[in-house]
């Protein structure tokens, strides 16, 4: 699915001989040792061995090249821009996401990083945030999800106040790094 999406992105922009879509596995990737200037990943690392994964990164990437790394954040908190009471704002607001227990969703990235012997390491906790509507869609209907009816009820109508005042958005926390390869 996602390689014909970008194979059809690709075409669309013009781009599908620069570029080369192969199946694979972060864990193993199908590339030789020190193949690319450049190696990102983002938002895999949750989903299995995160060290491994890393080791990979670090491995196809060539000697002086970056590495950069996003992750998903449980430790740090959802910013739900909202006219809720209290305890509902926190509920909104709390960790969430589905993370391997070998997987990496929090600031060990950034150790990670240093352990796979990566150097000039820049971290970079952020935030991104959604104010368009399909995103924040997605993002609205997974907290409602979490919540009470009673309390589907209150989110829904703080949804529609911040929407007439042009108020409403979702920051969602990821961890940031990158780092050369030595």
């Not at 809720?84 to 060990?108: I, M, T």
């Not at 959604?130 to 209150?154: H, Y």
């Not at 949804?159 to 409403?168: D, G, K, Y």
Request: hydrophobic share 45%.
């Amino acid at each position: 699915y996602l390689l014909r999406e970008a194979a059809a992105l690709a075409k669309k922009e013009g781009i599908e001989g620069a570029i080369e879509l192969r199946e694979g596995n972060a864990e193993a990737l199908p590339f030789a040792d020190s193949h690319f200037d450049v190696t990102m990943a983002c938002t895999v690392m949750e989903e299995g061995n995160a060290d491994r994964m890393l080791a990979e990164c670090v491995r196809v990437t060539k000697s002086g090249g970056r590495v950069a790394v996003i992750v998903r954040s449980l430790d740090m908190p959802w910013w739900v821009n909202l006219p809720l009471r209290a305890d509902l704002k926190k509920k909104a607001e709390a960790q969430r996401g589905n993370v391997l227990k070998e997987g990496c969703a929090d600031a060990s990235l950034y150790r990670r990083m240093r352990q796979a012997g990566l150097k000039q390491l820049a971290m970079l906790p952020q935030w991104a945030t959604f104010s368009e509507r399909e995103r924040l869609q997605f993002q609205q209907e997974r907290i409602a999800a979490m919540l009470e009816p009673e309390e589907v009820n209150e989110w829904r109508k703080a949804i529609a106040q911040a929407e007439a005042e042009q108020t409403f958005f979702i920051a969602q926390p990821f961890h940031c790094a990158v780092g050369t390869k030595a």
